[in-house]
């Protein structure tokens, strides 16, 4: 429940963290490690995992609209439940990558 929102998290090493229900959008979590992270049920509205390691990491209940998920790595079963989450749409609105699809950043189908 806290708000982190805008936060640079750029280069970080996040693991085991429990940022459920919190506000982390438009945070930058660009080149982290931000493996076996709790993000179940926050607001990543415009969050930047570009070039991020995601392992075992939960999105489940968490708002992603329009995050930004180039070269983020994702293990296989990981992707498949990211892919899975409905919020997983909208187009990047800043940056280098502005104007692509959130789901196709992800490599979703």
Same mark, same amino acid.
């Given at each position: 429940?806290?708000?982190?929102?805008?936060?640079?998290?750029?280069?970080?090493?996040?693991?085991?963290?429990?940022?459920?229900?919190?506000? $982390?959008?438009? *945070?930058? =979590?660009? !080149?982290? %490690?931000?493996?076996?992270?709790? /993000? @179940? #049920? &926050?607001? $990543?509205?415009? *969050?930047? =995992?570009? !070039?991020? %390691?995601?392992?075992?990491?939960? /999105? @489940? #209940? &968490?708002?992603?609209?329009? *995050?930004? =998920?180039?070269?983020?790595?994702?293990?296989?079963?990981?992707?498949?439940?990211?892919?899975?989450?409905?919020?997983?749409?909208?187009?990047?609105?800043?940056?280098?990558?502005?104007?692509?699809?959130?789901?196709?950043?992800?490599?979703?189908?």
């Amino acid at each position: 429940d806290a708000d982190f929102s805008s936060t640079n998290f750029k280069d970080a090493q996040l693991s085991k963290g429990y940022f459920s229900k919190s506000n $982390l959008d438009k *945070a930058d =979590f660009t !080149n982290g %490690v931000v493996d076996r992270v709790d /993000f @179940e #049920g &926050a607001s $990543l509205k415009g *969050a930047i =995992f570009q !070039n991020t %390691v995601l392992t075992s990491t939960s /999105f @489940e #209940g &968490a708002d992603v609209t329009g *995050a930004d =998920f180039t070269e983020a790595y994702l293990g296989d079963f990981d992707l498949k439940k990211l892919c899975k989450n409905p919020t997983l749409k909208g187009v990047i609105a800043s940056g280098e990558n502005e104007g692509v699809g959130t789901k196709e950043s992800a490599g979703c189908r």
